[in-house]
């Protein structure tokens, strides 16, 4: 099918359940664009959850201009970072943890899928508990509703359902909730510096002065960084609805504007975070930010942000539970995608009201989703690495290896595991987390040992580049992982002629 004839194929309504699983997206079904991926990412980091990482530099003691430098370098570096990860979906029709089989190996792919499932679980978690503590604070404050464990249960469970029913209908009604959520959330923080502009005050200086700087400094810049890290197991789950001869800088320039759209709700965080720790410095030290916001907006500002909690918490939630629903229906494939996102949804709203109500998970989930991006980094370094050197080449048949139950093809390696890519992340996540330092919450081995800055990040991102090209060099892989060019840089090693067999 040209391209001209996929253009004038109308695409499924959005209120049609998605039937496609994790099989190559047929080329007639590939009507999606870059401002549909563009869309998608943009809608599912504009939200409230966004907002509460824009208020960690002031947190960290940072003045509003230092933390807006760290939340402009945490950006540009973050969504650098991403761009690549949108080029794989595009190419192979399916999730970016599938197409993590030609480097990890066929069984190696099960990394991805876990980072996936954990990254969902984490923020769709976050969502929902911010996004649920905004709308019934908002909603106490204008119209008395009772704040308290039952009202919150009944803000969680809107959340939480609204998101499993957009998430099973699948990808059309999920890019048409983004579409409505991007321009909407955008204006209503928009009305937001018409809310704060009079006590707003860019002079804000800070706490962190002479050696607490640069430890806060390049603690701000990770937390940003990280927000565009966290997505780049998901691309793949939107951009495989994109043909695949969509040029590949527009593929890469949708994510990576998108994340720095964000600098819209990075901005309001920012912004607000130094009126409440000036106005509110008592719940700002608590750790309280949204307590402090609605205690320091206006009574007429209490229904956009019921809106920002309502539209944010749903375009986040979706973004982040339909991939591991779709990818989950690979790993066990007796779930239809439907069966799986359903199974995966029941999952985490269970563990979203015991974490809440029974063991109190809440204050250690942003931990928990820090560590997860630890991890997933060097992942993301790998396919990247990957993908230069095969050219942007793949087989389509051999990816799908796994999902068959089958064995062999050009990705089976040593029995279904790249050893090469499987090391190197393994140790670079590995060493990563020894350096994290996240004080008061987690602090790994070495995490004191360089002056108080988190280097866990750029540690992992490098060591996985050096061990994995490395690795390359010294043992390369078979000819036959390779494409009719040739590698790129590396060298081959002989041709391993696995067949694919099984059902």
Known sequence: MTTTDRAAAAPPAATTIEVNGIAPIPDEERTASPVDLFRLIFGGANTFATVVLGTFP????????????????????????????ALFGARNGTNNAVSSSAHLGVHGRVVGSFLSLLTALAF??????????MLIGAAHRAIKIPQNDASLAVGYGLFAVLVLVVCIYGFRFMLLVNKIAVVATTLLFVLGIV??????????????????????????????????????????DWSRYIPRETPRRHL???????????????????????IVATAQPDLFAAGNYSGGLLAVSPG??????????????????????????????????????????????????????????AIDVVTSISTFAVLIVVCTAPWMVVMMIGWFVRRGWYDSDSLQVFNRRQHGGRYWFAHGWNWRAMGAWLIAAGVG???????????????NH????????????GLAAILYLGALFVFPEPADAYGPEGARLVPTGPAANHPIVGD
């Open 195 to 236: 809310a704060f502009a009079g006590d707003f005050d860019s002079g804000y200086a800070g706490t962190a002065t002479g050696s607490l700087f640069w430890p806060a400094f390049v603690g701000a810049v990770l937390i940003v960084m990280s927000n565009p890290v966290s997505f780049g197991a998901f691309l793949g």
């Open 300 to 357: 007429w500002f209490m229904l956009p942000v019921c809106a920002i909690a309502v539209i944010g918490g749903l375009s986040t939630g979706t973004t982040a539970l339909y991939g591991t629903g779709l990818d989950f229906s690979s790993v066990f494939p007796a779930f239809s995608r439907v069966q799986a996102t359903a199974f995966i949804g029941a999952f985490a709203i269970a563990f979203i009201f015991v974490g809440r109500f």
């Open 58 to 85: 002031i947190v960290f003691g940072l003045s509003f201009w230092q933390g807006a430098a760290a939340i402009v370098i945490g950006l540009l570096v973050g969504a650098a970072l991403l761009a690549p990860m």
């Open 252 to 274: 890469m320039l949708a994510a990576f504007g998108a994340q720095i759209a964000t600098l819209v709700p990075f901005t309001f965080g920012l912004t607000t975070a130094t």
């Open 433 to 447: 987390l020894l350096f994290v330092n996240l004080p008061g919450q987690f602090v790994g081995w070495l995490g």
């Open 124 to 133: 769709f978690s976050i969502s929902v508990w911010s996004s649920g503590d």
């Open 450 to 461: 360089a002056n108080g800055v988190d280097l866990s990040i750029p540690i992992s991102l």
